[in-house]
């Protein structure tokens, strides 16, 4: 089975630039997650649909953070501005059906805002 | 949602040795999960136990479950350099939100 592709791998901006991200989950997963991690913590939820609707998105900075499902199936993430603090790694992650179950995670994008 | 906490925060052990790392949490759950971190990757999921469950093995992994004590451990036995990476615990509650906390950062010497 194909895994969840996450591109671009590694994405350098500077800040008050847009970004954008995009996942493509294991198909037939319901669940989509995205979380930031930052280096040397645990990953951070920011977002999470089902199908295509948003189940949480409570840790969202919605004042520079968007994201969408198209048609419950490929994910965007976009950041605009850019600030320095945004520089993590984003992971995106999916799960067969109802959240709290094992989620299968992509390799990530790792942002640098400079 | 609640957040696992791991402990220790850093492990290092001899090849061959057993590696223990416990997770605690605060409310009730559904059931807890570990996941592993190598370098630069996504996180890999390692097992899921359920709140009625005690213990659960898979492979050199153990985990074991106390909803009274509200913790968990998992133990790596005979390690090898290869289970280097960090750990990470996510108990689902009834939100079924999975939040992670810092994660044990374990190093396997050869």
């Known amino acids: 089975e194909a895994g969840v592709a996450q591109s671009p791998r590694y994405k350098i901006i500077e800040k008050r630039q847009s970004v954008a991200f995009w996942c493509n989950p294991i198909?037939?997963?319901?669940?989509l997650y995205w979380y930031q991690q930052i280096l040397g913590q645990g990953p951070k939820l920011l977002i999470q649909?089902?199908?295509?609707?948003?189940?949480?998105d409570s840790q969202l900075p919605k004042d520079r953070f968007s994201a969408e499902r198209l048609k419950g199936v490929d994910s965007t993430l976009k950041i605009q501005p850019a600030k320095l603090e945004d520089s993590a790694v984003y992971l995106c992650?999916?799960?067969?059906?109802?959240?709290?179950?094992?989620?299968?995670f992509g390799s990530g994008t790792q942002l640098s805002v400079l | 949602s609640q957040q696992g906490e791991e402990d220790p925060q850093a492990l290092s052990i001899q090849e061959g040795e057993n590696a223990t790392m416990n997770c605690s949490y605060k409310?009730?759950?559904?059931?807890l999960q570990w996941y592993r971190q190598n370098s630069g990757r996504g996180l890999v999921h390692l097992i899921l136990?359920?709140?009625?469950?005690r213990e659960k093995h898979s492979g050199r992994l153990r985990v074991t479950l106390d909803t009274s004590k509200k913790s968990s451990s998992l133990l790596i036995t005979a390690s090898r350099a290869a289970d280097t990476a960090s750990y990470f615990c996510?108990?689902?509650?009834?939100?079924?939100?999975?939040?992670f906390g810092s994660g044990t950062q374990l190093t396997v010497l050869p």
């Open positions: 992650a999916s799960s067969w059906g109802q959240a709290g179950e094992k989620l299968f």
């Open positions: 198909s037939g997963h319901a669940t």
């Open positions: 649909f089902q199908n295509n609707g948003v189940v949480d």
């Open positions: 409310t009730s759950i559904n059931n």
């Open positions: 136990i359920r709140s009625n469950e």
């Open positions: 996510a108990p689902a509650g009834s939100a079924r939100q999975l939040t």
